[in-house]
């Protein structure tokens, strides 16, 4: 899992400087950030502790997934579950976008923006209050995506996504997420999928001390920033080289990356507001705030004013993402933060051992490296479908010793270490 972290954190690293060698954004200012972002690695990995070999190489003979076991059921029943998976999608993207599969097979045929009427729609139906009607579509959301992330999980870092029923099971599944993504014509789902892939397979050479293939993931990563492109295209983005990137940000035209290579610069302008601004938004706030007075100076330490409202004027943040460390260190102070996310490693090491680290477990700690990644850039877990995601699976970890659900003639049974399956009559 820190491995997994520390990828991603070099990532953000390299892009900021090769963001600030394009720009006029000088390297010596965005230094502070970026000490900052490995210090919070580090205290982490403190609490974490040393990552073992915690993992079975072997798998086990099966694996049941809410009533499929991918490794002998009948394909059948892999379909009707999976189909349903997809089918919630559908239902759930129709009810927060309005979409229906053909308007937006439509819409992409005819380059239509799906990203602008999810706008309109989510606006005119007042969706960003939490309402009786809302509730049920976000529980079942929630639950989706749970059964989305254990599959995907659960089946790749075992090694049992080589089977084919394992694949045409996860296929499906994910055609709902990307589904989702589609209709709303965000690169949030995608984003998601590409974190869980990389994930996945870190972890899985991890547990089975296999090397890992950086130039796969290099190439994934790729795919990942050529599909963003194409997507915000479809909103109508022209993908030109931008002479000012943000209000106190503008293009070195004398840059040689920026004569010789044009595209690459184009494709690290528009990747700005994903990946470099959260960075650039906490350089704000450390030297232009903070640093700026006394009492911004203590209020680093210990909470005492508002910093957020000053930044984000300066550093014009419109409709990009709140970094969660710049949240967390307005609200609590850096020594409160720092602290927290010693226990944050220690809390998840414990999560561990009280579950035995099954596949559950390893659900949590791609939450948990989701939000590490996260406090950078944004707040990728502050979206109702995850946050029950989240604590459904740590409910299902400390308390959910069995869970079962009846449905006709089938009970499906839930507990901790992993899913069973039985077929039961309801007079039994």
């Given at each position: 899992?820190?491995?997994?972290v520390?990828?991603?954190?070099i990532?953000?690293?390299?892009?900021?400087?090769?963001?600030?060698?394009?720009?006029?954004?000088?390297?010596?200012?965005?230094?502070?950030?970026l000490?900052?972002?490995?210090?919070?690695?580090?205290?982490?990995?403190?609490?974490?502790?040393?990552?073992?070999?915690?993992f079975?190489?072997?798998?086990?003979?099966?694996?049941?997934?809410?009533?499929v076991?991918?490794?002998?059921?009948?394909?059948?029943?892999?379909?009707?579950?999976?189909?349903?998976?997809?089918?919630?999608a559908v239902?759930?993207?129709?009810?927060?976008?309005?979409?229906?599969?053909?308007?937006?097979?439509?819409?992409?045929?005819?380059?239509?923006?799906?990203?602008?009427?999810?706008?309109?729609?989510?606006?005119?139906?007042?969706?960003?209050?939490?309402?009786?009607?809302?509730?049920?579509?976000?529980?079942?959301?929630?639950?989706?995506?749970?059964?989305?992330?254990?599959?995907?999980?659960?089946?790749?870092?075992?090694?049992?996504?080589?089977?084919?029923?394992?694949?045409?099971?996860?296929?499906?599944?994910?055609?709902?997420?990307?589904?989702?993504?589609?209709?709303?014509?965000?690169?949030f789902?995608?984003?998601?999928?590409?974190?869980?892939?990389?994930?996945?397979?870190?972890?899985?050479?991890?547990?089975?001390?296999?090397?890992?293939?950086?130039?796969?993931?290099?190439?994934?990563?790729?795919?990942?920033?050529?599909?963003?492109?194409?997507?915000?295209?479809?909103?109508?983005?022209?993908?030109?080289?931008?002479?000012?990137?943000?209000?106190?940000?503008?293009?070195?035209?004398?840059?040689?990356i920026?004569?010789?290579?044009?595209?690459?610069?184009?494709?690290?302008?528009?990747?700005?507001?994903?990946?470099g601004?959260?960075?650039y938004?906490?350089?704000?706030?450390?030297?232009?705030?903070?640093?700026?007075?006394?009492?911004?100076?203590l209020?680093?330490?210990i909470?005492?004013?508002?910093?957020?409202t000053?930044?984000?004027?300066?550093?014009?943040?419109?409709?990009?993402?709140?970094?969660?460390?710049?949240?967390?260190?307005?609200?609590?102070?850096?020594?409160?933060?720092?602290?927290?996310?010693?226990?944050?490693?220690?809390?998840?090491?414990?999560?561990?051992?009280?579950?035995?680290?099954?596949?559950?477990?390893?659900?949590?700690?791609?939450?948990?490296?989701?939000?590490?990644?996260?406090?950078?850039?944004?707040?990728?877990?502050?979206?109702?479908?995850?946050?029950?995601?989240?604590?459904?699976?740590?409910?299902?970890?400390?308390?959910?010793?069995?869970?079962?659900?009846r449905?006709?003639?089938?009970?499906?049974?839930?507990?901790?270490k992993?899913?069973?399956?039985?077929?039961?009559?309801?007079?039994?």
């Amino acid at each position: 899992m820190k491995k997994a972290v520390r990828l991603f954190y070099i990532i953000y690293t390299l892009y900021m400087i090769l963001f600030c060698s394009i720009t006029s954004l000088s390297l010596s200012k965005v230094i502070v950030s970026l000490v900052l972002l490995w210090i919070v690695y580090f205290a982490f990995s403190a609490g974490f502790g040393k990552e073992q070999k915690i993992f079975n190489t072997q798998a086990k003979e099966s694996l049941s997934l809410l009533g499929v076991n991918c490794d002998s059921v009948t394909w059948l029943r892999i379909v009707l579950i999976a189909g349903m998976s997809l089918l919630l999608a559908v239902v759930c993207a129709k009810f927060y976008t309005g979409m229906t599969p053909i308007r937006l097979i439509s819409n992409l045929r005819n380059g239509v923006s799906s990203y602008q009427n999810y706008q309109r729609y989510f606006a005119t139906m007042e969706l960003g209050k939490m309402t009786i009607r809302k509730l049920p579509i976000a529980l079942l959301m929630g639950l989706n995506r749970t059964l989305f992330y254990f599959s995907f999980i659960s089946l790749t870092v075992s090694g049992r996504i080589k089977r084919f029923k394992s694949i045409v099971y996860l296929f499906i599944i994910s055609m709902g997420h990307i589904y989702f993504g589609l209709a709303r014509g965000t690169n949030f789902e995608m984003y998601q999928l590409f974190t869980l892939c990389a994930f996945c397979y870190i972890l899985y050479h991890v547990k089975n001390n296999k090397r890992i293939n950086y130039v796969l993931l290099f190439i994934l990563g790729v795919i990942m920033v050529c599909f963003f492109l194409v997507m915000l295209k479809n909103r109508g983005h022209s993908l030109v080289l931008e002479p000012t990137i943000k209000n106190r940000i503008f293009l070195n035209y004398e840059s040689l990356i920026v004569r010789k290579f044009p595209v690459i610069v184009i494709a690290v302008e528009y990747v700005f507001g994903y990946l470099g601004y959260g960075l650039y938004y906490i350089t704000v706030m450390m030297i232009d705030v903070m640093a700026s007075t006394a009492e911004g100076l203590l209020d680093f330490f210990i909470p005492i004013t508002d910093s957020l409202t000053q930044t984000s004027v300066l550093a014009n943040i419109q409709v990009n993402w709140l970094p969660d460390l710049a949240d967390y260190i307005d609200s609590f102070g850096f020594i409160a933060v720092f602290a927290l996310l010693i226990l944050f490693g220690r809390a998840l090491r414990f999560l561990g051992v009280t579950d035995k680290y099954s596949d559950l477990f390893y659900v949590m700690v791609y939450f948990a490296f989701m939000q590490m990644i996260s406090f950078p850039i944004g707040n990728f877990l502050h979206f109702s479908s995850e946050l029950i995601a989240i604590l459904f699976t740590v409910s299902l970890i400390l308390f959910g010793k069995r869970i079962r659900i009846r449905v006709g003639m089938y009970s499906f049974s839930i507990t901790n270490k992993n899913t069973n399956y039985s077929k039961r009559a309801i007079n039994e």
